[in-house]
């Protein structure tokens, strides 16, 4: 599949909660993010959502969607701009059960505060809050920022999961 993680989710995560997802454009890029214009991606990115419905709005409905195994999908958020482009992988996902949306904004604060970088788009993902982005930019490979994305969940006072992929063990983060 163009751009998104080969593989389902071998599990069900269930119910409502937030996501991060780790994103590696493997070449630079100018990508049209909706409104937001265009911009030039290249590197590891984290983008930060939250899944509090049920059905394609639940935790294993957004994943579904954003990993590419929901057929026909219309472009709607910001992230899905992104994750159309065929430089783009999705490199892995880490879920935390929660039933507020703070906790999406609390993470991606958290990000941006572990990894010292600035948003490399402002309002991506965030036009229904107050945060600058959902969108961070990270140093390093997959591997090494797998933890950072783990850490702010856990500074949000949650308990993180790991989706596997050829990436990532085949078991979940024990905490």
């Given at each position: 599949m163009r751009?998104?993680?080969p593989c389902k989710p071998a599990y069900d995560f269930g119910g409502r909660g937030v996501y991060t997802i780790l994103i590696k454009?493997?070449?630079?890029?100018?990508?049209?993010?909706?409104?937001?214009?265009?911009?030039?991606?290249?590197?590891?990115?984290?983008?930060?959502?939250s899944a509090l419905g049920m059905g394609s709005s639940s935790l294993n409905?957004?994943?579904?969607r954003h990993l590419g195994l929901r057929s026909q999908k219309r472009l709607r958020w910001?992230?899905?701009?992104?994750l159309?482009?065929?430089?783009?992988?999705v490199e892995g996902v880490?879920?935390?059960?929660?039933?507020?949306?703070?906790?999406?904004?609390?993470?991606?604060?958290?990000?941006?505060?572990?990894?010292?970088s600035p948003p490399p788009v402002r309002k991506f993902g965030a036009t229904d809050c107050s945060c600058e982005s959902h969108l961070a930019r990270l140093k390093g490979n997959p591997d090494r920022a797998v933890p950072t994305i783990v850490e702010a969940h856990i500074r949000a006072g949650?308990?993180?999961?790991?989706v596997p992929n050829s990436r990532f063990p085949e078991s979940a983060v024990s905490l």
């Amino acid at each position: 599949m163009r751009g998104k993680m080969p593989c389902k989710p071998a599990y069900d995560f269930g119910g409502r909660g937030v996501y991060t997802i780790l994103i590696k454009v493997n070449a630079s890029a100018f990508i049209e993010v909706g409104k937001l214009g265009r911009f030039k991606f290249s590197g590891l990115y984290s983008y930060t959502g939250s899944a509090l419905g049920m059905g394609s709005s639940s935790l294993n409905g957004r994943v579904s969607r954003h990993l590419g195994l929901r057929s026909q999908k219309r472009l709607r958020w910001h992230i899905d701009y992104l994750l159309e482009n065929p430089l783009v992988r999705v490199e892995g996902v880490i879920t935390s059960i929660s039933e507020t949306k703070s906790k999406e904004c609390q993470i991606s604060k958290n990000i941006f505060n572990l990894a010292g970088s600035p948003p490399p788009v402002r309002k991506f993902g965030a036009t229904d809050c107050s945060c600058e982005s959902h969108l961070a930019r990270l140093k390093g490979n997959p591997d090494r920022a797998v933890p950072t994305i783990v850490e702010a969940h856990i500074r949000a006072g949650l308990k993180p999961i790991t989706v596997p992929n050829s990436r990532f063990p085949e078991s979940a983060v024990s905490l």
